[in-house]
């Protein structure tokens, strides 16, 4: 991961450059930009991404897995920020699927993108996207609610190539033993232990409506098993539902 890197000062969006070379690239190519003037958030949102304050990135890769494995490499993107940050003396918690919060708001968020057919896989773009040192001016009101930076809940400026080199070592190790044993453990060891959500009440957001359940754990494919007041499980695959209010 990271033999090839692209960088550039200012693009649309790094999981659109991705996207565009990804056929023609080899597994594990990076691209980084300073700034994104069109960065992408799940759900078709936008994503504040000014120059020189975040980490804004994508990883191309090509495993031999099907489509529907791909949330796992979310997981382990997850995973290895999560880690990463620990390293850094930075206290965070993994949000499921794939958000990484610090004091319960969103200071990483990734975006998996995929192309295929069914049952085989060309590529996948894992987009990151951190707000390390983003200021209070640079979120509007609406995401602050909900959004920080590292600079602002830790109040120290973070070094943002010692971050890249140390998430790209940890995502390579994750995903090499994926790929390797078939199977998330390692990861999974990580979410757990990161995870804001086990053991508390959180929503459930299905379309209208909004179910208070608890998260009790992660499954060996990294889905969210939930359980009602009245004891009933559910598995909650990523990407297929929304879970709010932790
Ligand atoms: C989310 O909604 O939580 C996902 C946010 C992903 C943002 C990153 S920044 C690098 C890459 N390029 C994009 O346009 N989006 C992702």
Same mark, same amino acid.
């Given at each position: *991961?990271? +033999?090839?890197?692209?960088?550039? $000062?200012?693009?649309?969006?790094?999981?659109?450059?991705?996207?565009?070379?990804?056929?023609?690239?080899?597994? /594990?190519?990076?691209?980084?930009?300073?700034?994104?003037?069109?960065?992408? /958030?799940?759900?078709?949102?936008?994503?504040?991404?000014?120059?020189?304050?975040?980490?804004?990135?994508?990883?191309?890769?090509?495993?031999?897995?099907?489509?529907?494995?791909?949330?796992?490499?979310?997981?382990?993107?997850?995973?290895?920020?999560?880690?990463?940050?620990?390293? %850094?003396?930075?206290?965070? +918690?993994?949000?499921?699927? =794939?958000?990484?919060?610090? =004091?319960?708001?969103?200071?990483?968020?990734?975006?998996?993108?995929?192309? /295929?057919?069914?049952?085989?896989?060309?590529?996948?773009?894992?987009?990151?996207?951190?707000?390390?040192?983003?200021?209070?001016? $640079? %979120?509007?009101?609406?995401?602050?609610?909900?959004?920080?930076?590292?600079?602002?809940?830790? /109040?120290?400026?973070?070094?943002?190539?010692? %971050? *890249?080199?140390?998430? %790209?070592?940890?995502?390579?190790?994750?995903?090499?033993?994926?790929?390797?044993?078939?199977?998330? =453990? +390692?990861?999974?060891?990580?979410?757990?232990?990161?995870?804001?959500?086990?053991?508390?009440?959180?929503?459930?957001?299905?379309?209208?409506?909004?179910?208070?359940?608890?998260?009790?754990?992660?499954?060996?494919?990294?889905?969210?098993?939930?359980?009602?007041?009245?004891?009933?499980?559910?598995?909650?695959?990523?990407?297929?539902?929304?879970?709010?209010?932790?």
């Amino acid at each position: *991961i990271g +033999k090839t890197i692209y960088y550039y $000062d200012t693009v649309d969006s790094t999981n659109i450059k991705a996207k565009n070379i990804a056929l023609d690239e080899n597994n /594990g190519a990076v691209i980084i930009s300073e700034e994104q003037t069109k960065g992408r /958030g799940r759900l078709g949102r936008d994503w504040i991404s000014p120059k020189y304050k975040g980490v804004w990135m994508s990883i191309i890769l090509k495993p031999n897995i099907p489509p529907e494995d791909a949330p796992k490499i979310t997981q382990i993107a997850a995973a290895a920020v999560s880690k990463s940050f620990d390293d %850094l003396g930075i206290k965070n +918690k993994i949000k499921w699927p =794939n958000d990484i919060v610090i =004091n319960k708001k969103k200071v990483c968020g990734i975006l998996t993108e995929m192309s /295929g057919e069914i049952g085989r896989l060309k590529y996948i773009v894992i987009g990151i996207g951190i707000n390390a040192n983003l200021d209070e001016k $640079d %979120l509007t009101d609406d995401i602050k609610e909900m959004a920080t930076s590292i600079k602002i809940e830790n /109040g120290s400026i973070v070094n943002r190539e010692n %971050l *890249i080199i140390d998430i %790209l070592e940890k995502f390579e190790y994750l995903y090499e033993d994926f790929l390797k044993t078939k199977s998330l =453990n +390692k990861t999974l060891d990580i979410c757990s232990e990161k995870s804001a959500l086990l053991g508390k009440m959180v929503y459930l957001v299905k379309g209208e409506e909004r179910f208070k359940v608890r998260a009790i754990d992660l499954d060996s494919e990294g889905r969210l098993i939930v359980e009602d007041k009245l004891g009933n499980k559910e598995t909650i695959i990523s990407g297929e539902i929304s879970i709010r209010g932790l």
